[in-house]
């Protein structure tokens, strides 16, 4: 790889990529920006999926290397500029919580993404399914709660401070709120907000601009619902 490697992110804006633009604003990369419009489906073309096969957003570009997943690309770049400052190298004490909390992103991730598809996607909202709202709102809730247990007195997600493993809940502490609040998680709310204030945060979401993608502050869950459902949250 070069000295100053040429880095493209593809990204739709405050989405799962706004992890590693926030990241590469951490890291003081130079980059640039390949914008994709999620609803109308240009990460469907073979194009596109030759560089991320399931044709979602992120995927990076460096120098003449394509990754794809957002964990995958949020390992790589810590440990290939930054390793003792956000990464944390194998054996080092951290290693298994950071790994840990860069997959944990994705099962909150995850959860969220049905609580879009069902709440926002859909073109017909009768399509919505309310038992699957309720399920993944519980579902969301109990992520939030695990972490702000583990969280503790921590300012950041690992004892000894930031790291690339807070670059992944930037988009999932962003969406959240939008079908859980934040009220019942104090330390959630003030991690939040600790984030939020990076001036490397800022810069990227300077970057990307107003969100347009959720049209209301909140998302509730319609009612009422299936009773069993509450059997199912898991
Ligand atoms: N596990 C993947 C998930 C990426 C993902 O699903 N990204 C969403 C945006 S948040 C996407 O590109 N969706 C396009 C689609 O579902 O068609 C990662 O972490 O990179």
């Known amino acids: ?42 990460m469907q073309e073979p194009g596109y999926k030759a560089k991320s096969p399931a044709g979602r957003a992120p995927a990076l570009e460096i120098d003449d290397q394509v990754i794809f997943e957002s964990g995958a690309i949020t390992q790589y770049l810590a440990e290939t500029f930054r ?10 004490p951290e290693r298994i919580a950071y790994l840990q909390w860069i997959s944990y992103a994705e099962t909150m991730a995850g959860v969220i993404e049905q609580l879009n598809i069902n709440h926002v996607f859909l073109r017909d909202p009768s399509q919505a399914s309310p038992v699957v709202i309720k399920l993944n709102t519980a579902r969301l809730k109990g992520t939030l709660a695990g972490m702000e247990a583990l969280l503790g007195d921590q300012e950041y997600l690992l004892p000894s401070g930031f790291s690339a493993a807070d670059t992944m809940m930037g988009f999932n502490l962003f969406a959240a709120p939008y079908f859980v609040k934040l009220d019942a998680f104090p330390r959630l709310a003030a991690y939040k907000a600790r984030i939020e204030a990076r001036p490397a ?31 199912l949250k898991g």
Not at 4 to 10: G, K, S, V, Y
Not at 17 to 38: P, Q, T, V
Not at 201 to 230: I, L, S, W
């Open 201 to 231: 945060f800022r810069r990227a979401a300077a970057r990307d601009g107003v969100q347009t993608f959720y049209d209301r502050d909140f998302y509730p869950v319609p009612g009422p619902v299936d009773k069993n459902v509450d059997k």
């Open 83 to 92: 390793l003792g400052a956000l990464g944390r190298p194998p054996h080092a």
């Open 1 to 42: 790889m070069s000295d100053t490697p040429e880095i493209r992110l593809h990204h739709v804006p405050w989405s799962r990529s706004f992890r590693i633009l926030w990241l590469l604003e951490e890291l003081g990369l130079d980059y640039d920006i390949a914008w994709h419009d999620i609803r109308k489906g240009d």
